[in-house]
């Protein structure tokens, strides 16, 4: 369906291939619109044939000429330089595009994205301020990669280990996080990623919003897109070379309003009561081993309670810091 955004986007050189496709359609079945966009001058500049078939291009041409003289509004705002990024995004630098700007003499060297790459080598978390206003925690031994200017088009990062984002909301600009073998992609929520080399498991956990996670792994055969409401955990795990599992855990509740965990692992237990609290619950994840939880809770009972019965039934210690909490495993003593 072609809308007016479409058209304007692709006037500005910000449409995708698919778009683009559209538009061209759009064109060539009603030729005579044209000249609500762009003159007799600019499609000159335009050189149509190096980007549309020439039977569109003729139809083009046609029109615009005949309506050359016409008094019909235009829209100023697109102009030459406009309508040259359309033909960069179709074609790439164009001869004639380079030609145009030397002749003008304004020059533009192309942009060259610069990687930065942050490694949290200290025992806290690292708070971070990317481009765009998006806020991450980095946690230790965990690797953050990001262009220092997102494009105009993607908000996009890299990450190894596990962080804590809240994203600046632009529904124009998605933005994606990828993790080992994960795609996480949101518009503007709190979320965090947790996932490390020597783990076969990646968690995605949501604080806030709706994301939608993605598997890119190539060998995985199941569903490979998932969408996450609060509270939801989605976990990925490798089991091996040919063992590939995914799932949500949802944050459920019952007809008297409590919250259900069915067997649920403690790592998940833990991770949806911060998300209940507001709370920071630290544990170590590779020393809860398989355990799990079957039970109840109502929010209005005290977490320190809870994370005590909890603690006692797997001759865990708790140790209370400030406003957050720790688990302390068997052998492992504060």
């Not at 003008?104 to 806290?124: E, L, R």
């Not at 006692?312 to 140790?319: K, T």
């Amino acid at each position: 369906m072609i809308t007016e955004e479409i058209i304007i986007k692709f006037f500005e050189g910000k449409c995708d291939a698919r778009d683009v496709a559209i538009v061209q359609t759009w064109l060539n079945e009603n030729p005579a619109k044209l000249k609500e966009y762009i003159g007799l001058e600019e499609w000159e500049d335009f050189q149509p044939a190096h980007v549309l078939s020439p039977d569109i291009s003729g139809k083009l041409w046609n029109n615009i000429n005949k309506n050359t003289t016409s008094s019909a509004a235009h829209y100023p705002y697109f102009r030459w330089m406009a309508v040259a990024a359309s033909v960069l995004l179709v074609v790439g630098l164009s001869g004639h595009f380079i030609l145009r700007k030397q002749k003008t003499g304004i020059i533009s060297p192309p942009a060259v994205a610069i990687t930065k790459n942050i490694f949290n080598n200290t025992p806290q978390k690292t708070t971070l301020t990317l481009g765009d206003g998006s806020k991450v925690e980095l946690l230790p031994n965990s690797t953050l990669s990001y262009p220092e200017n997102f494009t105009s088009l993607k908000r996009a990062v890299i990450v190894n280990g596990e962080a804590n984002f809240d994203i600046a909301k632009d529904v124009a600009q998605p933005f994606s996080v990828s993790i080992n073998s994960v795609l996480v992609t949101v518009l503007g929520t709190r979320f965090t990623v947790n996932s490390y080399d020597a783990n076969n498991v990646t968690k995605v956990i949501l604080r806030e919003g709706r994301v939608m996670v993605k598997i890119i792994d190539s060998s995985f055969q199941g569903k490979n897109e998932y969408y996450l409401t609060p509270g939801d955990i989605f976990i990925y795990k490798k089991k091996g070379a040919d063992s590939l599992s995914a799932r949500i855990l949802h944050l459920e509740k019952d007809k008297d309003d409590y919250y259900v965990f069915n067997n649920y692992p403690l790592d998940v237990v833990f991770d949806q009561l911060q998300i209940i609290y507001n709370t920071k619950i630290v544990y170590n994840k590779a020393e809860l081993g398989n355990r799990s939880f079957i039970g109840k809770i109502d929010k209005k009972d005290s977490l320190y309670h809870i994370l005590k019965s909890i603690a006692l039934l797997n001759n865990f210690g708790l140790h209370k810091q400030g406003d957050s909490f720790e688990i302390i495993c068997a052998g492992n003593p504060y």
